[in-house]
């Protein structure tokens, strides 16, 4: 069997191609080769791209693909595919697409019929979540959140009982905001995790409470530099009328004979309900 890595770039494709996103040894051997075989490269930031490619030694035509710019291009680049030309696709760093111009040429290049080849690496998303401790069997990418405070803070209110893992993106001017936003929408003991620096020397994770994080980032006079990944615990899931008349049951049945604390921490084991929770059900079944 011959694996796709070791096959020639083919005429007539769009290649989507990740790049690292800050340690330049990520780049995988077929990334490279792909990038010195297409016929045109286009870029987010030609300039900034024009580096990497430096540092690779390739040496080839690049076109500026952006937000800006890209319903416009888009035709132009497919043209040239539908005549032959193969062409790579690539962002400043990461994943095109994700969070990254890109989608308005797939798509077309998909009406087309045109082939898309995706050349996987580095992803800073993936990259976080592997490294946070948190749940990743389910999780909910929101990317770049509003910038006015007002339309964020109705977000992430929208947001607030998700049970899936949250991850962001976010801009070091704007990342001590977002966090005290999440205390106020979220509770101050919900888990957070920031990833700032991914694949760089001065990599950096701050994780614990929403509180705590907060208060990490204030005293870290390099906590302004680098973008993060911001990733936030899901909520617990909410209790469905049964359980809820199960472990009233079982605090009826403790309360009686145990202090209130106890009776809760026993409850929580039978039942596997949050401790904070049961103790308020705990505290108005005393008052009747």
């Known amino acids: 069997m011959v694996s796709k890595a070791s096959l020639p770039v083919s005429s007539g494709t769009l290649y989507i191609v990740a790049t690292p996103i800050g340690n330049l040894d990520d780049l995988s051997a077929r990334a490279a080769r792909v990038l010195s075989e297409v016929n045109l490269i286009a870029a987010e930031d030609t ?26 291009r888009a035709t132009g680049l497919l ?15 990461g994943t095109p697409l994700i969070s990254d111009p890109g989608f308005v ?19 800073a998303l993936v990259a976080a979540l592997s490294a946070a401790g948190l749940p990743t069997d389910r999780f909910l990418f929101e990317g770049f959140l509003p910038a006015k405070a007002g339309a964020r803070a109705k977000a992430l209110q929208a947001l607030s009982r998700e049970t ?8 070091p001017r704007r990342i001590q905001d977002l966090v005290a936003e999440l205390a106020t929408c979220f509770g101050p003991d919900r888990q957070v ?28 006079e390099n906590s302004g530099k680098g973008e993060y990944v911001v ?15 199960e472990a009233d049951q079982v605090l009826r049945l403790l309360l009686p004979e145990l202090p209130v604390k106890k009776a809760v921490r026993i409850a929580a084991e039978l039942t596997g309900g949050a401790r904070n929770d049961l103790y308020q059900r705990a505290l108005k079944l005393k008052e009747q």
């Open 47 to 72: 300039r900034h791209s024009g580096r990497l490619l430096q540092h690779l030694g390739i040496d080839k035509p690049m076109w500026a693909l952006h937000d800006h710019n890209e319903r416009d």
């Open 164 to 171: 899936a893992t949250l991850v962001f993106y976010e801009s």
């Open 231 to 245: 990733m936030v615990a899901g909520a617990a899931p909410e209790r469905t009328t049964d359980a809820l008349v």
């Open 105 to 123: 040429l797939v798509r077309e290049a998909r009406a087309r019929g045109i082939p898309v080849s995706p050349v996987p690496g580095p992803c």
């Open 79 to 93: 043209d040239r595919v539908e005549k032959g030309e193969s062409v790579a696709l690539i962002s400043d760093a």
């Open 193 to 220: 995790v920031l990833a700032r620096e991914l694949t760089k020397a001065f990599e950096t994770f701050y994780s614990g409470t929403t509180g705590e994080v907060l208060e990490a980032i204030v005293g870290d």
